[in-house]
Every structure is written in structure tokens, then in C-alpha cells.
């Protein structure tokens, strides 16, 4: 089966910044896909070279098995919304749907109008009128009329509040279900990805830090706490992610692929919250009490 996304030592650079260095992935099809990482981390510049916006530096990237960019009938097999949600102010969202049949040969019209029906929007109604839920859910239309085999979504909820964010995801959860669309949806919401994405990609200053099915991802991960004792103690087979020492107690996050049956130690299950908090934690971006006091 070809794979939706697939590079091989894949690096952007601006000038003299690395926005990705050296990333070796790859995401099967099929596939509700969160890709995660702090601001800076090279999540946009992944996504726009996927969509065939920008071209690597070095390595490769292949698309749905092809180069991106590689002639119209590929790039209508991908749907992408910018972290902006590009929207024009001027037209109405009739005249965007038009635009859009106009663009795309793959166009769903029936399809569009009916997600503006649901959504309550009126066609008449200018794009700069509309508030930022109602932008992104327009953007969003225009994507996913175009009938994409991919859909690449850049921070789409970011500015959204709570209640139009769980309206957003929820109809972009029905569309991928009932469509079998594969989906990068980027976003720095932790909480929001746990909800909807069954595997996982994580950046940090540019790498690939981690990338898995979710599942087989947390049963591999542990937070273990116990009377202080150095890394090296744990058996082999056990990568430490990230440890914290106190005078007498040492807490670590834990991978490892067998149990941790050392009854020194209290072993707890961790969420995708704690598991990307941990890898950004391993990297110095944020306070690592967060990671290992957990989420309750």
C-alpha cells in the first residue's frame, strides 16, 4: 500500500535556519495523523512541503507514492488549509464555492453546499464578515470538495474558542470517517489530538523526535518513580526519555517495549499529553515538573 507521506532525510532551509533537519518518515494512508511540536518546530514547513509549496533542500519527499507537485491530477489528490485559513475578504461564499469548482476538476458541489447548509452559513455572506470559526469551517469546505485522497491541516482550530473548535473537529471527524480521507492535522492542542488522532508525529527543533500509532506508542511508554537511583540501574531494553532526581526519589519517563516488573519501582500509564510533553521536555523547551508530576 502506498503511503501517504513517506521522506527520507528530508531538510529545509532558509538562508543559514534549518526549519527541518534531516527528517526520515513515514505516515501509512488510512490514518488520522497529529503532528505536534512547538511553535518553531518546523510543523508548517513539513506540511507546505507536502503540498508541493515549497521544494527540500536535501533529502526527499514522496506524497501518495509521487513527488509533490508533480502536475495537476497529484495536487488534486491533496487538500491543504493554511494556518490562516485563507479566506477572501471580498467574496461572498457562494462566489468561493464557484471559485473552487472553477479550480478543481475533482469539485463535489453538492458536497460544498450541503456542509455550508449544515454548518448554517449563508451563501450571500462575504468571507470578511464571517467570524474566525466560520473562516475555517469555509476553508475547510473548499478542501474537502475538492475530494482529497490527503487533507493537510496547518493550526485550523488555533484561534478557534472551545465550543467552535469542538464544532470544527467534530465535522471534520464525520467527513474523514465517512470519506476515508487520510489527515495531518498540526496543531500545538494536545488535548484536542488525543480526541481524534490515532498516530502520532512529533518535531522538536527541527527532528523527528517520535512517530507511531498512538496506541503502540503510550503501551511502550512509562512514567516510573521510585527511591533514588541512577538511569543506568534499569534493566537493558529501557530508554530513558527524561529523568528528575530529588535527595531521595528519582521519577523518569520510561520507553521500553517489555513490563517494568522491578517492584522498586510505582509504574503509571502516561496520556499522548504527558508522551509529548515528555519528548519537548527532553529537548529543553518546557518545565519539566509538568511531564512528571502527570495530568490528573
Known amino acids: 500500500m502506498t503511503d501517504a507521506i513517506a521522506t527520507t532525510g528530508l531538510t529545509k532551509n532558509y538562508g543559514r535556519k534549518t526549519a527541518l533537519n534531516d527528517c526520515t518518515l513515514t505516515?501509512?494512508?488510512?490514518?488520522?495523523v497529529g503532528l505536534v511540536g512547538p511553535n518553531g518546530a518546523g510543523k508548517s514547513t513539513l506540511l507546505q512541503l507536502a503540498c508541493g509549496l515549497l521544494r527540500p533542500t536535501t533529502g526527499s519527499i514522496e506524497v501518495l507514492g509521487e513527488r509533490p507537485g508533480n502536475g495537476p491530477e497529484h495536487t488534486a489528490r491533496i487538500g491543504f488549509v493554511a494556518q490562516d485559513t485563507p479566506t477572501y475578504a471580498h467574496l461572498s461564499?457562494?462566489?468561493?464555492l464557484r471559485l473552487g469548482r472553477a479550480l478543481n476538476r475533482g469539485w463535489d458541489d453538492a458536497l460544498a453546499r450541503e456542509r455550508i447548509e449544515q454548518l448554517g452559513l449563508d451563501p450571500a455572506?462575504?468571507?470578511?464578515?464571517?467570524?474566525?470559526?466560520?473562516?475555517?469551517?469555509?476553508?475547510?469546505t473548499l478542501a474537502v470538495a475538492k475530494r482529497p485522497e490527503l487533507l493537510l491541516l496547518?493550526?485550523?482550530?488555533?484561534?478557534?474558542?472551545?465550543?467552535?473548535?469542538?464544532?470544527?473537529?467534530?465535522?471534520?471527524?464525520?467527513?474523514?470517517a465517512e470519506h476515508g480521507t487520510?489527515?495531518?492535522?498540526?496543531s500545538h492542542l494536545i488535548a484536542d489530538l488525543e480526541r481524534?488522532?490515532?498516530?502520532?508525529v512529533v518535531l522538536v527543533d527541527s527532528r523527528i523526535r517520535l512517530a507511531g500509532d498512538v496506541e503502540e506508542l503510550l503501551a511502550q511508554h512509562h512514567r516510573v518513580t521510585g527511591a533514588r537511583r541512577e538511569a543506568s540501574?534499569?534493566?537493558?531494553?529501557?530508554?530513558?526519555?527524561?529523568?528528575?532526581?530529588?535527595?531521595?526519589?528519582?521519577?523518569m519517563i520510561v520507553?521500553?517495549?517489555?513490563?517494568?516488573?522491578?517492584?522498586?519501582?510505582?509504574v503509571e500509564q502516561l496520556s499522548m499529553e504527558d508522551l509529548v510533553l515528555a519528548y519537548m521536555t527532553e529537548a529543553g523547551r518546557i518545565a519539566p515538573a509538568r511531564v512528571l508530576e502527570g495530568h490528573r
Open 125 to 140: 455572506q462575504r468571507a470578511g464578515k464571517l467570524s474566525g470559526g466560520q473562516r475555517s469551517q469555509l476553508a475547510l
Open 93 to 96: 461564499i457562494a462566489e468561493h
Open 233 to 251: 540501574s534499569l534493566p537493558s531494553g529501557h530508554e530513558v526519555v527524561y529523568q528528575s532526581h530529588t535527595g531521595k526519589q528519582s521519577t
Open 27 to 32: 505516515v501509512p494512508t488510512g490514518r488520522i
Open 255 to 266: 520507553r521500553s517495549s517489555a513490563p517494568i516488573e522491578d517492584p522498586w519501582w510505582t
Open 154 to 176: 496547518d493550526e485550523p482550530v488555533a484561534a478557534l474558542d472551545p465550543l467552535a473548535r469542538r464544532e470544527f473537529l467534530q465535522g471534520l471527524m464525520e467527513h474523514t
Open 196 to 200: 481524534t488522532c490515532d498516530y502520532l
Open 182 to 186: 487520510s489527515l495531518v492535522l498540526s
